[in-house]
């Protein structure tokens, strides 16, 4: 269905109460057409009609006009760089973006995450959540497996103790 269409039926979603049927709709155009900033707009407003502050402040977070409360939302459910990164499925180069404002949002994000990855990312290689949630968690892992061979060894002494008393 041509994009003029589909927005048609949005609409007429939306008239009808079909909401999530709009937003399924809207989700689907934003995926197809990732740097159309209206489509992105639109999308945030159905995210409104859901009270979801932090999804609208996502689609509009390319948006000079968006509300700052919606973007602390955001930024607060996508803590990092790389996941804010991967939210805002952006697809290509900054300069694709339709306003000056949006090229400067995406250059900033992207260099964020560049230096967050120790090397340089693109909007077509954005990293993978595996990638960036198991950064820094190699530390973690030794600790939580350190713990383990104490506590398997603190029972394995107890029962030796308790064996020859």
Same mark, same amino acid.
């Given at each position: 269905?041509?994009?003029?269409? %589909? +927005? ?7 008239? &009808?109460? *079909? ?9 689907? +155009?934003? /995926? #197809?057409?990732?740097?159309? +900033?209206?489509? *992105? ?16 402040? *996502? ?13 602390? =939302?955001?930024? &607060?459910?996508?803590? %990092? =760089?790389?996941?804010?990164? *991967?939210?805002?499925?952006? $697809?290509?180069?900054? /300069? +694709? ?9 995406? =250059? =900033?994000?992207?260099? &964020?995450? #560049?230096?967050?990855?120790? $090397? ?17 968690? %190699? ?6 497996? %350190?713990?383990?061979? @104490?506590?398997?060894? &603190? ?5 030796? @103790?308790?064996?020859?008393?």
């Amino acid at each position: 269905m041509p994009l003029r269409d %589909t +927005l048609s039926q949005v609409d007429a979603d939306l008239a &009808a109460g *079909r909401v999530p049927v709009a937003r399924q709709r809207l989700r689907g +155009l934003v /995926s #197809s057409f990732p740097n159309d +900033l209206m489509l *992105r707009r639109r999308l945030a407003e159905v995210y409104r009609l859901y009270g979801e502050p932090a999804e609208a402040g *996502r689609w509009m977070y390319l948006d000079e006009d968006r509300d700052g409360s919606e973007t602390s =939302a955001f930024e &607060a459910r996508y803590r %990092t =760089a790389p996941q804010r990164m *991967r939210a805002l499925a952006w $697809h290509g180069s900054e /300069s +694709l973006a339709q306003s000056a404002f949006a090229r400067q949002q995406l =250059a =900033a994000i992207r260099a &964020a995450c #560049s230096e967050a990855m120790g $090397h340089p990312v693109d909007w077509d290689t954005v990293p993978s959540s595996r990638e960036t949630d198991n950064r820094g968690s %190699t530390f973690a892992g030794f600790l939580a497996g %350190t713990g383990c061979v @104490v506590a398997v060894l &603190a029972i394995w002494v107890n029962g030796l @103790v308790a064996l020859f008393d």
